[in-house]
């Protein structure tokens, strides 16, 4: 027998599960060591497609073991991320971008699922991607969108990248499998990190080029809103540059959203969003706010995003009971989990929920659901004063004495700290409290030592 058989027989099996991590990097030594490390100790192997860096990037992957490739950048997405999947020996691939990671738990929940995927044949069989929600993280660390996509997929010759920018997995959608439990961490849409990086400009340049190729590309114009509403968050940017940004992006949501067609669900629903955004934002009649809203409902039936708007719109129309309906259904999918994965907006941020709770509970005169709902912001955020101003006022027309509320209060401020007192001294005095804003004022005074002899 040969020592090549011998070799061979020796050698410990191959893993069911052979996860080959893989990404496409240009200058990213800031953000490699994060989006090599999180998959380390469950990645059969590490594979970075580098297109031109010029910094450290490709020396910290090859420090970490990863396997670095170069491919020629040629302005698609597409072909970068399929040299990529090439040269990928295992039987699933992850791929995220270089701004993106999983958190150790989910990161164990993820090979655990894979796991229990191989060994059960009847969703083996049909199961070729899984659909993760994936959120972008503010400067603060915390998540204030939720989308959802496939960045999880069997190593198999015909799925593939196709578009040369926002490129997206050819796959059948019978074969997809909805995840709510594995969480992918965005953090490239931060402001801080859009300000260093060139990215929305290339992208606008990247896709107006396709635009006059394919004028009427619905998809396009869709992914050219997106970038130029980046563009407009920019810090530093010019305000006329900012203003046309924020226009030209405002127009092309607006076709997308009012087209019957020729354009993907996602795109779709964000376009939407953005739009009744726009309109709430800008002062635009309620009528007009309301009717888009049933428009969206009508194409998104049951989502709980336009459901929250559709009662914020109601609140601003002072039908508080209609809205109060809306919104205790939208509680109740959120309790239960029983939401789309695409629901953007309410399944990460609920505060947004129970803050029209608020409205619509003062609105009707509900003393004891102003008071629940907004506690459970101030829990989370005492800041928000759009919040503790109506909380204050409920409060002290409910018949509180002044000590009462302070004492309620207590629960979330620090009345050791003048900053605290002030704060709410500043928001009592605004919401009408003007007794209570003259007691916390002494307040302040005397931890700060005015008023004392």
Known sequence: MSKK?????????????????????????????????????????????????????????????????????INDFAAAKNYAIEQAEGNWIAFLDADE????????????LLRKIHATPQVRDKCNALLAPI????????????????????????????????????????????VHDISIIHTGYMKSVYNETDKADRNIDMLRAELEKKPEDLNLKAYLADALYVKAKTDGLDEIVRREAEEEAAALYAEVASSDGGVLKVLQKAAHMKTIENSLTTGKPVLECEK?????LALFPDDMDFECYLAQVLNRKKDFRAAWDILTRCEEKLISKSFEITTSHVAVNPRILFAEFVNAAQGMGDTVNTIKYATMILAEDKTIVDILRPY??????????????????????????????????RSAKDGGAIELARKLAGMAGKLVGYGEN
């Open 5 to 73: 058989t011998i070799k061979k027989k020796n050698a410990p099996p191959k893993p069911a599960i052979r996860l080959s991590q893989c990404m496409i990097v240009k200058n990213e030594e800031k953000n490699i060591e994060k989006a090599l490390g999180w998959a380390k100790n469950v990645a059969y192997e590490q594979i970075v497609v580098d297109t031109g860096s010029t910094d450290r990037t490709v020396e910290i992957a090859k420090m970490m073991g990863a396997k670095v490739y170069h491919f020629e950048w």
């Open 101 to 112: 990671y999983l958190s150790p738990e989910d990161t164990n929940e993820l090979m655990d």
């Open 135 to 178: 959120a972008q993280i503010n400067d603060q660390g915390k998540p204030f969108s939720i989308g959802a996509q496939i960045r999880f997929f069997r190593n198999l010759p015909d799925i593939r990248y196709n578009g040369i920018i926002h490129e997206r997995l050819r796959l059948d959608n019978e074969n997809i499998l909805g």
């Open 292 to 296: 888009l809203c049933r428009n969206a």
């Open 392 to 425: 204050v006022a409920t409060l002290i027309l409910s018949g509180a004495s002044e000590d009462e509320v302070i004492g309620l209060l207590s629960k979330l401020y620090d009345f050791n700290d003048p900053n605290d007192v002030i704060f709410v001294a």
